[in-house]
T-cell receptor, first 111, second 115 residues
């Protein structure tokens, strides 16, 4: 079952913060986050495994709430380079051989 | 280190034809996954291969098939093309034994247009 992302699109000014949510109807083992710029391949941001950890690098971080079966991606003090479509990918159990992605959230950062 | 290479990058076919897309994973990666990307649908999982074995398949009709060779290169084939098959087909390779526990490295995709 495809995870649901919200919002579908968001427009920000440079320096503002953004939160992108990813919810699943199934119990999750892992959540992946990827960013895809227009005309380019999706690029890995981070993986969160079962355990409720929070990860991050630079000004992008994410949380994983197993009980709520959801993850959130936080972009702090957004930069122009953050523009793109963000996808969350979810996996139901360890060893599962597929990652199911959400429909994507389009983020536009304006100067 | 070379990335994931997909060929061809662009192709145009007509309804009823078939197409074969190729993917060369990063050296040393044995897991290859295929995804279909269309506007509004995100990335739809097609199938995943590891060591020449298909380990999982998405909800696509039997017209979509794939295979993996001993050198980990993979191909996917779509027969009897329909207009709705127009999409960007992405291949991703992974070093991990299971794609959901390791980083996926995506190719730039093969954009298929069916007329």
């Amino acid at each position: 079952q495809q995870p649901v992302q919200s919002p579908q699109a968001v427009i920000l000014r440079e320096g503002e913060d953004a939160v992108i949510n990813c919810s699943s109807s199934k119990a999750l083992y892992s959540v992946h986050w990827y960013r895809q710029k227009h005309g380019e391949a999706p690029v890995f941001l981070m993986i969160l495994l079962k355990g409720g950890e929070q990860k991050g690098h630079d000004k992008i971080s994410a949380s994983f709430n197993e009980k709520k079966q959801q993850s959130s991606l936080y972009l702090t003090a957004s930069q122009l380079s953050y523009s793109g479509t963000y996808f969350c990918g979810t996996g139901p159990f360890q060893g599962a051989q597929k990652l199911v992605f959400g429909q994507g959230t389009r983020l536009t950062i304006n100067p | 280190k070379a990335g994931v290479t997909q060929t061809p990058r662009y192709l145009i076919k007509t309804r009823g034809q078939q197409v074969t897309l190729s993917c060369s994973p990063i050296s040393g990666h044995r897991s290859v996954s295929w995804y279909q990307q269309t506007p509004g649908q995100g990335l739809q999982f097609l199938f995943e291969y590891f060591s020449e074995t298909q380990r999982n398949k998405g909800n696509f009709p039997g017209r979509f098939s794939g295979r993996q060779f001993s050198n980990s290169r993979s191909e996917m084939n779509v027969s009897t093309l329909e207009l709705g098959d127009s999409a960007l087909y992405l291949c991703a390779s992974s070093l991990s034994r299971g794609p959901q526990t390791g980083e996926l490295f995506f190719g730039e995709g093969s954009r298929l247009t069916v007329l």
